[in-house]
């Protein structure tokens, strides 16, 4: 067995326009799932190996789902981004309200940029140089 890529990452979600918004509206991510399906919501966010995207998937939890709790079982999620693309994607975020800060890969020595999602899961942005 070889792993060649990651296929997806699930994210509960409290309002799911609210992360579409985040995700499809804002970070431009495609819509991979018919039109029917409220929920799950599949979002390409790429391609992890041959055939298969990269997914980005929202679940929206039921009303009365208990609050999310800290430290969450999810720590972040990552998306890479062009090069050069950071300066932008912060003028994008910043221009929404919400808060950026920067960072360097411990592993990749790549500039990293992160942000919190609108349910509070943080989300990495790593652009090669």
């Not at 070889?2 to 609210?18: F, H, P, Q, S, W």
């Not at 039921?62 to 079982?73: E, H, T, V």
């Amino acid at each position: 067995m070889a792993i060649t890529g990651l296929a997806e990452v699930v994210l509960n979600v409290r309002d799911m326009d609210r992360a579409l918004g985040f995700y499809r509206d804002l970070l431009g991510l495609q819509v991979d799932s018919p039109p029917r399906l409220s929920s799950p919501v599949f979002l390409r966010a790429g391609e992890s190996g041959p055939g298969v995207p990269a997914l980005a998937v929202l679940v929206r939890l039921p009303d009365g789902a208990a609050a999310f709790s800290f430290p969450k079982p999810l720590h972040h999620l990552a998306f890479s981004v062009n090069p050069g693309s950071l300066p932008l994607l912060q003028e994008l975020l910043e221009s929404r309200g919400i808060e950026v800060r920067f960072g360097q890969h411990p592993t990749l020595g790549l500039r990293t940029m992160y942000a919190f999602d609108p349910d509070g899961n943080e989300v990495e942005f790593i652009a090669p140089d």
